[in-house]
């Protein structure tokens, strides 16, 4: 049975939707709105008015700041490096997805949801990667390496 909300909205439990995602990419191709590594950030830099002290834009999770916080190596890096010392905005829609990869450097990636409902990220640990890439070769491209080239 179907949950609804106070609108009359579906809502599903994060491994119905999950179930969903997966049988919609397998069923047929369909199109999403994605846009990724654009430069800036929707934190404010600092205070615009009085009362606003103790919003995000003063606390440790502007991520304007996360890079050169105190604890964080990469502060002493003089050079900005997109997406490492400087953030990024990706603008996503319901089942929009993200191509499986490695952080740039082999860093960690730190993310914040503004808005929208919960994600779901997965992650490989290291010691698994090749085993992982095996499964996609075969399960996932059929044996191809680029199946669309």
Request: hydrophobic share 40%; net charge neutral; glycine share 8%.
């Amino acid at each position: 049975m179907k949950k609804h909300n106070k609108k009359g909205i579906n809502c599903n439990n994060a491994l119905e939707t999950e179930t969903l995602f997966w049988k919609a990419t397998m069923d047929k191709p369909f199109l999403v709105e994605y846009a990724n590594d654009v430069l800036g950030s929707t934190f404010s830099e600092k205070c615009r008015h009085i009362g606003e002290a103790a919003s995000v834009a003063h606390s440790a999770w502007n991520m304007r700041g996360v890079s050169r916080a105190k604890g964080s190596l990469l502060r002493f890096m003089k050079e900005e490096i997109p997406g490492v010392t400087s953030h990024m905005v990706y603008l996503a829609m319901l089942f929009s997805w993200f191509a499986w990869h490695v952080e740039d450097h082999d860093l960690h990636s730190l993310n914040y949801l503004y808005m929208g409902a919960s994600k779901t990220w997965y992650s490989v640990p290291r010691d698994a990667a090749v085993a992982f890439e095996d499964v996609i070769r075969v399960h996932g491209y059929g044996g191809q390496i680029n199946p669309l080239g």
